[in-house]
């Protein structure tokens, strides 16, 4: 009993952690299900099928192709627009700093369904054909902000006197830049960009509004929920997991290695 | 893009420092243009269409106008009031649960973890690894009639208290209001846990032995010392937690039946199946205005206003 109390936030925080892996673990193991019906919720026997054969469902595989496409798309574009941002919000004065502030910030405090709502507006109002243009403007818009965030947290904590020593030692302005400014702010655009990534191909409620009838990754899951869901979404939900997690394990071992080098 | 700032002809000629002053003085506003324009043209110009929509008559064939309908407003909230309160109610209920779940967890980390601290961190991120959609539909499985966890709530008569509130019917979790709060509690508890470690393990250890010495007890220590400092944490974490809870329609549809409609199901049908524009975008406005409103009065009594 004293032990218990002892490690009480121990247990409760363990406790919420089982509750935020759960799905993950169900998602997993229900890829190798065999449903009987046309809906993956109840296990019936274990199958290799639907890892076999990963695009055999219509529509799956073009649906997650279209996903990366416009997530890749959308960083490069938020990534570009949000650094540039980043680094005039904290390397220099200018007029209307507070509007554009809270511009950048709005995004973020708006629940989705009201930006993807008035951006449909306007596609409606401007006769735009919805389709991949219009859910790349809008994935660019939402990620922007976020972009920003990371990035300006970045060039904040650089010392601007390591530029101003490049400046003495004759780096003209653009070398300076290439060659000390980017290495250093790297991390924070890299963190950006990874932040872009993640939100625009996991994006669902702004992409239902603007997408018309093009179909993205998640417009797939969600019209399959109503249709039936194949095994082989578990499939793509699992080698995704995989392969983020191996994505973060090498990240790490790479740190680690260069803490190693930098200490020896 | 050009820059187009070239100088006048005739000059004195002691330009050169001042000429490239001038044109360093519009560095930031190049650098600003490109994503602020898309922000105004892609962000802000929408919500005036929206307003402009939202007191328009008119229907599909005839197409709309803008007439200045206020009417539209009042009766789009007689007629889905209750789907507004259940947002509120629903995302209110969610985000207190993410805050009790989460505090626990990160301060586990921030405090407790010694060693396992990364892999608990890389932990709280992973879920995000998945579609949320699909982790949202495993939910279904895992709430299912007759699973174990239905069935085990069900042993301990926990469903019985439940049904009595009206959280849950009979022994049915899936389709309930339950269901639903607990899917937007899941899919928001990244975004609770992430800004209460930032600012958990911020605080100084020291404060925590100052506090052990002058004879606190652990309860008071918290009390008085960790979770006032932790405040930035929460903060940020309810309202990135209550936002987009309160405008979410995919736990409502997915987990929930026609009883949990939440108001962001009442958007989506009106503006993708019913085409009923006006009401739709009055309120689309109405959700924003309530959640501007929310955060700026939370914001102001809350006192942490360098938040962003």
Redesign the interface.
């Known amino acids: 009993m004293r032990w218990i109390r002892r490690n009480?936030?121990?247990i409760?925080?363990?406790l919420?952690?089982a509750?935020?892996?759960?799905?993950?673990i169900?998602?997993m193991v229900?890829s190798f299900n065999k449903p009987t019906g046309r809906f993956n919720?109840?296990w019936q026997r274990f199958s290799l099928d639907a890892w076999k054969d990963p695009c055999g469902v219509a529509d799956l595989c073009g649906s997650l192709t279209l996903s990366l496409q416009i997530a890749a798309w959308a960083t490069l574009g938020a990534t570009a627009?949000?650094t540039?941002?980043a680094?005039?919000l904290v390397?220099?004065?200018?007029r209307a700093r507070g509007a554009?502030?809270s511009?950048?910030?709005?995004?973020m405090?708006?629940?989705?369904?009201?930006?993807a709502?008035?951006?449909?507006?306007?596609f409606?109002?401007m006769g735009a054909e919805l389709g991949f243009w219009t859910v790349l403007?809008?994935h660019?818009?939402f990620c922007?902000?976020f972009v920003?965030t990371a990035v300006k947290a970045r060039v904040m904590s650089m010392d601007p006197r390591l530029e101003e020593a490049a400046r003495d030692l004759y780096a003209g302005p653009v070398q300076t830049f290439v060659r000390v400014t980017l290495p250093i702010a790297a991390p924070g655009i890299a963190a950006g960009a990874l932040l872009a990534f993640?939100l625009s191909?996991?994006d669902?409620?702004i992409t239902?509004?603007n997408a018309g009838s093009t179909v993205t990754?998640?417009m797939f899951?969600?019209g399959s929920?109503q249709r039936g869901?194949p095994v082989q979404?578990?499939v793509i939900?699992?080698a995704?997991?995989i392969?983020?997690?191996l994505v973060?394990v090498a990240g790490?071992i790479v740190t680690n290695r260069r803490k190693r080098t930098a200490t020896t | 893009m050009t820059v187009t700032d070239a100088p006048p002809a005739a000059e004195p000629a002691d330009l050169p420092v001042r000429k490239a002053s001038a044109r360093k003085r519009l560095?930031?506003?190049w650098?600003?243009l490109?994503?602020?324009l898309?922000?105004?043209v892609?962000?802000?110009?929408?919500?005036i269409?929206?307003a402009s929509?939202s007191v328009q008559t008119g229907s599909l064939e005839k197409g709309f106008e803008v007439t200045w309908h206020f009417q539209t407003y009042w009766e789009a909230l007689k007629e889905y009031y209750p789907q507004f309160v259940r947002s509120l109610l629903y995302a209110g209920t969610a985000t207190l649960l993410c805050l009790l779940?989460?505090y626990?967890?990160?301060?586990?980390?921030a405090f407790?973890a010694g060693r396992w601290r990364?892999l608990?961190l890389?932990?709280?991120i992973?879920?995000?690894?998945?579609?949320?959609?699909?982790?949202?539909?495993?939910?279904?499985?895992?709430l299912?009639d007759g699973g174990a966890v239905v069935g085990a709530l069900d042993a301990l008569h926990v469903l019985d208290v439940t049904s009595w509130l009206g959280w849950t019917e009979g022994n049915r979790v899936l389709a309930t209001p339950m269901a639903v709060v607990c899917g937007l509690t899941?899919n928001f508890?990244?975004f609770m846990i992430l800004p209460l470690y930032t600012s958990l393990e911020r605080i100084d250890g020291r404060l925590h032995e100052a506090a052990k010495d002058l004879y606190a007890s652990p309860a008071t220590t918290f009390r008085k010392v960790t979770f006032p400092l932790s405040m930035p944490g929460v903060v940020s974490g309810t309202?990135l937690t209550f936002?987009?809870a309160?405008?979410?329609?995919?736990n409502a549809e997915?987990l929930g039946s026609t009883d949990t409609k939440m108001v962001?199901n009442v958007?989506?049908s009106q503006?993708?199946r019913v085409l009923d524009?006006p009401t739709?975008?009055a309120l689309?406005?109405i959700?924003?205005a309530v959640?501007?409103l929310m955060?700026t009065v939370y914001i102001r009594r809350a006192g942490t206003e360098d938040l962003?």
């Open positions: 009480l936030v121990v409760a925080g363990l919420t952690l509750y935020m892996i759960l799905p993950n169900v998602v229900f919720y109840s627009l949000g540039m941002i680094f005039a390397r220099y004065r200018f554009i502030n511009l950048i910030f709005l995004p405090a708006m629940p989705e369904v009201v930006m709502a008035s951006l449909l507006t306007l409606l109002n403007i809008a660019i818009m922007l902000s920003v993640a191909f996991d669902f409620i239902n509004f990754f998640p899951v969600w929920a869901t979404i578990n939900g699992t995704m997991f392969i983020a997690v973060v790490q | 560095v930031p506003y650098l600003l490109p994503g602020i898309w922000l105004l892609f962000f802000a110009l929408p919500m269409y929206q929509t779940l989460g626990p967890l990160a301060y586990l980390i407790k990364t608990l890389v932990l709280v992973a879920p995000f690894f998945t579609s949320f959609l699909i982790r949202t539909l495993a939910w279904k499985t895992i299912a899941y508890l990244p309202l936002i987009p309160s405008g979410d329609y995919v997915l962001g958007i989506q503006f993708l524009y739709a975008a689309s406005f959700l924003m959640v501007l955060v962003v």
